[in-house]
């Protein structure tokens, strides 16, 4: 399929589109960009006209080189292919820039499916952003693949990397595809505010939260968090799944997608 290279304030967005009717837009996390999706958006596109998109610092799109907000990127991907309503698809850190965008641009919005989302107003427990900095200066002092074979073997992220070994092959794969996230200024993102996290009342979409039941507390704590306070929204546990339910079981979870995405309102 195509790809296409967007201006969003400052950089080059790394983007592909597939499909038509009604769209779907994908976001990817952290530690991953949007080939994660590459075993799902064929069939996605069977049915509905799929965007993914490399966010800021991932993939091949460009770092940052001022300040910028991720759920602004969201914007300049869905107005360069001219979509002004879409459903969206969010995973762990890319959940906050599709909550933050809900909330900005809710005309944009149809439904919201959250995968083990964090949220802007809730800080990432101190062991994850300490394990989070050493990995940045691992891979820079040792490179790629050493850093990605530390973080495959560490039992901190145990949560995150798929135990199988074809998905634990193919999580390297994304992870070391990632360079220039690791030669960023990521500090330079500006979330909405006020932050998301007292504004959940605000979002009136149809919301799917899936909680992967293996994934971080942090995590979990997040998917009720947006579950007891966003009206129209219902949670599912995706079991035997790490906190990238869509790398370790793909055909489940889209089956569980379209399920939704198909579902009359």
């Known amino acids: 399929m195509p790809a296409n290279f967007c201006e969003a304030n400052g950089a080059k967005l790394h983007a592909s589109i597939k499909g038509q009717g009604d769209s779907v837009l994908l976001v990817h996390g952290g530690y991953s960009n949007m080939s994660v999706w590459d075993e799902h ?27 910028f907000s991720y759920y602004e990127d969201i914007k300049s991907i869905l107005d360069y292919y001219q979509v002004n309503n879409t459903h969206i698809v969010a995973s762990s850190f890319g959940g906050s820039a599709a909550i933050d965008f809900t909330l900005r641009y809710p005309e944009y919005v149809n439904k919201l499916i959250l995968v083990g989302p964090s949220i802007n107003g809730v800080n990432y427990p101190f062991r994850m952003k300490w394990e ?18 530390v973080f495959l073997q560490k039992n901190f992220w145990s949560y995150m990397v798929p135990q199988e070994e074809e998905r634990k092959r193919r999580f390297k794969e994304i992870y070391t595809s990632n360079a220039v996230f690791y030669n960023s200024k990521q500090s330079w993102q500006r979330p909405l505010t006020p932050h998301a996290i007292h504004r959940l009342e ?27 306070r966003v009206k129209d929204s219902e949670k599912i546990v995706m079991n035997n799944s790490g ?3 869509h790398l370790e079981h793909p055909s489940e979870f889209t089956s569980i997608l379209l399920e939704y995405l198909n579902r009359e309102p």
């Open 41 to 67: 958006v064929d069939e996605i596109a069977s049915q509905f006209k799929a965007i993914r998109y490399d966010q800021r610092g991932y993939g091949q799109s460009s770092g940052p080189s001022g300040p």
């Open 132 to 149: 989070g900095i050493l990995d940045y200066l691992r891979v820079n002092r040792a490179g790629m693949e050493k850093a990605a074979d």
């Open 202 to 228: 605000e979002i009136r979409k149809p919301l799917l939260i899936i909680e992967p039941e293996n994934d971080h507390p942090f995590n979990k704590k997040v998917c009720e968090i947006i579950h007891s």
């Open 243 to 245: 906190h990238y339910p």
